[in-house]
C-alpha cells in the first residue's frame, strides 16, 4: 500500500508541475487527472466540447460544439436540457430542469415538475448563475454573474440579477 501511494503521490506531483509551468495552474486532483475533452465524448456532447470532471451531470443533457463547461457547476437535464455551440458556462454555474417546490411544501404529496431548459448557441453565462427549469435562453444572450434566472430571454439580451432582467 505503501508503494501504491508513493506511485500516486509521485504521478499526482508530475502532474500539478506541468500544468503549473504550462499554464500557472493547480486542479483538484479529479480535474487534474481527467481529461474534459474526453468526458465530454464520453457523454455525447459536441466536437470541441470540454467538460471539467468536478461539474455533476444528470439526466438527457445534450450539449453542442466547442462549448466550455466549467468546474464546480451542475447540468440537470433530469427534465430536459440543451445546451448550444460555442457557449461558456463558467465555474459554479447550476442548471436545472426540474424543481421539488410543490412536493416540499405539500409534504411529498404533490409530484416534481419537470420542464425542458434551454440555452442557444454563443451564450455566456457568468460564475454561479442559477438558471430555473423552463428556462430559454436566446442565442447571443450575456448573463452576468451571480444571476437568477427564473424566466425566459430572447436572443442578444444582456441580463443580470436576482431574478435577472434585461440590462441594456
Given amino acids: 500500500m505503501k508503494l501504491l501511494d508513493s506511485l500516486i503521490n509521485s504521478l499526482l506531483k508530475k502532474k500539478r508541475k506541468i500544468l503549473k509551468d504550462k499554464y500557472n495552474r493547480v486542479l483538484p486532483i479529479g480535474d487534474l487527472l481527467s481529461d474534459r475533452w474526453e468526458k465530454a465524448k464520453f457523454l455525447g456532447f459536441g466536437e470541441g466540447t470540454s467538460i471539467y470532471d468536478s461539474c455533476l451531470v444528470l439526466g438527457d443533457v445534450k450539449i453542442g460544439e466547442k462549448t466550455w463547461v466549467g468546474p464546480f457547476t451542475i447540468l440537470d437535464g433530469s427534465g430536459g436540457l440543451e445546451i ?48 430555473s427549469k423552463g428556462v430559454k435562453i436566446g442565442k447571443g444572450t450575456i448573463v452576468g454573474a451571480n444571476s437568477f434566472v427564473n424566466k425566459s430571454f430572447p436572443e442578444g439580451s444582456k441580463i443580470a440579477g436576482s431574478p435577472a432582467k434585461l440590462i441594456e
Fill in 84 to 131: 448550444g455551440s460555442n457557449c461558456s458556462i463558467s465555474t459554479g454555474v447550476q442548471i436545472y430542469s426540474h424543481d421539488t417546490v410543490r412536493w416540499a411544501v405539500s409534504g411529498g404529496k404533490e409530484p416534481y415538475e419537470y420542464d425542458k431548459t434551454i440555452i442557444g448557441d454563443n451564450c455566456y453565462i457568468g460564475p454561479n448563475t442559477v438558471i
